[in-house]
């Protein structure tokens, strides 16, 4: 129905930036919120961060607020994440997701994930 493709991963020196990208594909939704995941090996994954539609509500989580910012672009389908001033824990891989709204706070779709490593 829908595939999320991930990009822009990579190495990365701490204190460096990098922007990711997810695009979407397949089936089409209307008004549905895209968001940002990581997950560690040997972590539980963790929400990043989250955009509505309209562009309107943004939430990032704690540890990357400031850090982080978290856009759509509705045209392309796509969601960015600009990281700036990465931390090596930031070490991880990315998912994007889509949150059709059916459920709330339940996302319906996930990307495969890029990886993302920030060296010290």
């Known amino acids: 129905q829908v595939q999320l493709v991930e990009s822009g991963g990579g190495l990365v020196q701490a204190g460096g930036s990098r922007k990711l990208s997810c695009a979407a594909s397949?089936?089409?939704?209307?008004?549905?919120?895209m968001g940002w995941f990581r997950q560690a090996p040997g972590k539980e994954r963790e929400f990043v961060a989250s955009?509505?539609?309209?562009?309107?509500?943004?939430t990032y989580a704690v540890s990357v607020k400031g850090r982080f910012t978290i856009s759509r672009d509705n045209a392309k389908n796509t969601v960015y994440l600009q990281m700036n001033s990465l931390k090596p824990e930031d070490t991880a891989v990315y998912f994007c997701a889509i949150d059709t709204g059916g459920r709330l706070g339940v996302y319906d779709y996930w990307g495969q994930g890029t990886q993302v490593t920030v060296s010290s």
């Open positions: 397949g089936r089409t939704f209307s008004r549905y919120i």
């Open positions: 955009v509505s539609w309209s562009g309107s509500s943004i």
